[in-house]
């Protein structure tokens, strides 16, 4: 299964091919040439994960645009899935002392072999969280011209629904 | 092949028919006349062979209105037959109660000889014996004056049924049910079966293509006249440049502007890096997320989750015969622990667990890291539209000096720019894949590429669908032509080789007067040198015709069948009956002939001389509805009974 992207977000970040903003009409810098497709779905799951709604998975692309975690979020994996777990656990108001269903959620979720170390269950949650994310995105902010345009505003997304 | 038919029985069938055994013999006499009083149930025996043979469905009353009597539940008839040396025992039995009949088959070679259900007789005997065929050779004496009778098709529909070409018309019936099924499937996508109807969808389905190729166009020419514009902006923006630097104290400003943008754009760059870094930890995003984070890792601590004990533990536990503390493990205890060990986790979920747990725990951020960098790309971007103003600023003072070419040339640019964002307007519109930005735009598929080219889908799959399933119609009307003339031909072909064989058959049995078949048009058209075309010939000579048609028809069956007839003489006078009967006794291999004693006169003493292939029963009622077989030809000759008595 691995990480499919929510419709039409390849459009909101600009991409042609791989380029991310590739319309800005500030001048490119190499920074927006370091802006991965993971970055956007990532931005976008972050935003989903953090809201604790799944999304609906029609409105998915309908192929996976990458495999496990790409080099620069070495490391992350664990927290993406602990972040998935916690997502679940809230969502499926599992009570914080309930040890078994804690625990078979995350056999649910978890897969040691997998690249992503989520279980294909895991990894399809994760790309409904990431429509739901997308479309709280959309909402709160126009299609960013550039890079930093789209940091700024991703920041002030998260620190304005404290 | 052969087939004949060694003898029938019957149990608790209505008539004479509650309890009648025929046996002709393994090796039955080629010509066997049984005499049966009218009203004990020659027809009805006729009937139940023809079912038998073809395995008819009999519908509940037929079945009730062949019970004896009220005091019997059930019955039966069977036929015996010798296909090709081998025995064949074929059973219909009649449950009266729920008026349903079954078929059964004993067959000899069958393992232990026993019944089976349905008829099985050998596959290319049982395709051929279909109700139409069996009817020529199970023969209703009335079939004979309806070949003959031109204004009927049944000498026609003989030979379709013989040589199978009925097969023809359940072909052309299939077709049409494919075609509708076809059109009805189809009628999903489109309604369009006619050449009209593709006309209307190939001009839709043009027009839309007409219309991508006008996008495209629009396309091109707007990304063509964008470059131009961004040439032409990077030009005007260098004589202004230009312009301005004329003046030394403003060109000194703007190497300053320039310089420090370059400074900020290389600032902007390095934060918007650094910020990204920062963004792809979680941690580092809010301290929401770090602490939900912390939270699980320290809920896992205190739940002791998960359990350091792994199911392969137990497993491997109970296959050793002591446990960890010394106690023996018995069969009792082996179950439990192997039951038990289910409940444990495997290893590989303990050690994912685990690794989410440590990172958990050892997640740290610090998420005014992010702010801190954000703050500052803020200020940059904010001197960056400071400095874009200032250059601006120093513009406008310039013009307003008096510089009429600075005028026109940022004149110029402010017309570059305004254009410049109508078409990156006019290009989204054309381009836009996102489905929000499309409804927002309010484009359709006449003003947007991505649109364009669903609708262009969507009336090719019209299109297509309809194209095929009119050219599927058009070649099942083609294939139905060429299985109509197939269908004829063939008649014509086999109606005129019967026709012939009949005649050479005439020619060896009538030879007083040359009776010829001159067509076979539904009936058979005779002509002879006395009698015109339509007729004039008695009715013995009518009764060979008909004969000698269906035996030049049955010899060309993949097997020589038996002849069964009921009453052949029956309605001809004496004179005509010894004509009859010395005419047909020739035509078939084994001839089952039901007479009534009326019909001895004339028809059957002409077999009389015949002694050694001829077998004689009669059928004679005794007390309480029971028969008596009586064989020979002196009990059959001495048989006097009042017909319609019985």
């Known amino acids: ?162 | 092949m052969e087939v004949l038919v060694t003898g029938w029985r019957s149990e608790n069938v209505r008539g004479a028919l509650r309890k009648m055994e025929i046996n002709l013999g393994e090796d039955p006499k080629r010509w066997t006349l049984v005499q049966m009083p009218n009203g004990m149930g020659k027809t009805t025996t006729m009937k139940l062979l023809r079912d038998s043979l073809s395995g008819a469905e009999l519908t509940p009353q037929e079945v009730r209105d062949l019970r004896a009597d009220d005091k019997v539940d059930t019955g039966l008839f069977e036929v015996r037959l010798r296909v090709d040396g081998k025995t064949f025992r074929i059973q219909m039995r009649l449950d009266f109660r729920d008026g349903s009949a079954t078929y059964w088959t004993a067959r000899a070679a069958a393992r232990g000889g026993g019944l089976e259900e349905g008829i099985a007789l050998p596959r290319e005997l049982q395709q051929l014996l279909k109700p139409t065929l069996i009817e020529l050779f199970v023969f209703n004496g009335e079939l004979a004056n309806q070949i003959r009778d031109l204004s009927r098709t049944r000498a026609t529909e003989a030979i379709r049924a013989l040589y199978g070409l009925d097969v023809l018309g359940d072909l052309s019936r299939r077709i049409d049910s494919l075609v509708e099924q076809e059109q009805r499937r189809a009628a999903s996508v489109s309604s369009a079966k006619e050449e009209r109807g593709i006309r209307r969808l190939q001009n839709s389905l043009d027009e839309a293509r007409r219309a991508k190729d006008r996008l495209n166009q629009q396309e091109r020419g707007t990304a063509t006249r964008m470059a131009e514009l961004e040439r032409q902006r990077e030009r005007l923006d260098g004589e202004i440049d230009a312009r301005m630097s004329e003046d030394a104290g403003l060109r000194a400003r703007i190497e300053r502007i320039t310089e420090r943008q370059a400074q900020l754009d290389g600032s902007i760059s390095l934060l918007s890096v650094q910020m990204l870094d920062a963004l792809r930890r979680p941690p580092h995003v809010h301290p929401r997320l770090l602490e939900r984070l912390q939270t699980l890792g320290g809920r896992l601590y205190e739940l002791k989750l998960p359990e350091s004990i792994s199911s392969e533990f137990f497993r491997e536990l109970s296959k050793a015969t002591e446990c960890v503390c010394g106690r023996p493990i018995g069969p009792a205890e082996r179950s439990a622990i192997t039951e038990r060990a289910a409940r444990y986790l495997a290893q590989d979920q303990i050690s994912i667990i685990n690794q989410m747990k440590l990172a958990l725990r050892e997640s740290s951020g610090d998420p005014g890291e992010s702010a801190e960098f954000v703050r500052q790309l803020q200020e940059k971007l904010r001197e960056r539209r400071e400095l874009r103003t200032d250059r601006e600023r120093l513009t406008s003072e310039r013009i307003a000096e008096g510089d009429q070419v600075l005028a026109k040339l940022r004149a110029q640019l402010g017309e570059c720019k305004e254009e410049l964002t109508t078409l990156a307007a006019t290009i989204e519109r054309l381009t836009t894949k996102d489905t929000i930005r499309q409804r927002s735009l309010r484009v359709t598929w006449e003003t947007n590429q991505a649109l364009c080219d669903a609708e262009i889908k969507m009336r090719a799959a019209r299109l297509n669908t309809a194209t095929k399933t009119r050219s599927f119609a058009l070649q099942g009307k083609h294939m139905k032509a060429l299985l109509t003339a197939i269908g004829s031909r063939s008649l014509d072909i086999l109606t005129e080789s019967v026709r012939s064989a009949t005649n050479k058959k005439l020619e060896q049995i009538l030879k007083s007067e040359r009776i010829q078949v001159s067509r076979i048009a539904g009936g058979l058209e005779l002509q002879s040198s006395g009698i015109g075309a339509k007729g004039g010939v008695s009715e013995g000579q009518s009764l060979a015709v008909a004969y000698a048609f269906l035996t030049s028809l049955l010899a060309d069956a993949p097997y020589r069948l038996p002849f069964i007839v009921d009453s052949p003489a029956v309605s001809l006078d004496t004179a005509v009956r010894r004509e009859v009967g010395d005419l047909i006794p020739g035509f078939f291999n084994q001839m089952v002939m039901f007479v009534i004693s009326s019909e001895r006169e004339g028809f059957a003493d002409a077999f009389y001389a015949r002694k050694s292939d001829v077998q004689y029963i009669t059928v004679a009622p005794v007390d309480d509805g029971l028969v008596e077989i009586r064989p020979g030809l002196q009990a059959f000759k001495d048989f006097h009974m009042q017909e319609g008595a019985v």
Not at chain 1, 44 to 60: A, M, P, Q, T
Not at chain 1, 135 to 158: C, I, K, S, T
Request: charge should be negative.
């Open chain 1, 1 to 162: 299964m691995s990480f499919v992207l929510p419709l039409n977000a390849r459009d909101f970040f600009g991409f042609e091919g791989q380029k991310a903003f590739a319309k800005a009409s500030e001048p490119r810098r190499d920074a927006a040439a370091r802006f991965l497709m993971f970055d956007a779905y990532y931005c976008c799951v972050l935003l989903g994960l953090d809201g604790r709604k799944l999304g609906d998975e029609n409105k998915l692309e309908p192929d996976k645009f990458f495999d496990g975690y790409p080099e620069a979020f070495k490391g992350q994996a664990e927290l993406m899935a602990g972040l998935l777990v916690d997502a679940e656990l809230s969502r499926l108001q599992v009570a914080p002392d309930d040890r078994r269903r804690i625990e078979e959620e995350m056999v649910r979720l978890l897969d040691l072999t997998s690249a992503t170390r989520l279980s294909e269950g895991g990894d399809r949650l994760l790309n409904r969280y990431a429509v739901s994310g997308f479309e709280r995105l959309r909402d709160a902010m126009m299609q960013p011209d550039n890079l930093e345009e789209f940091l700024v505003g991703y920041h002030a997304l998260w620190n304005s629904e404290q």
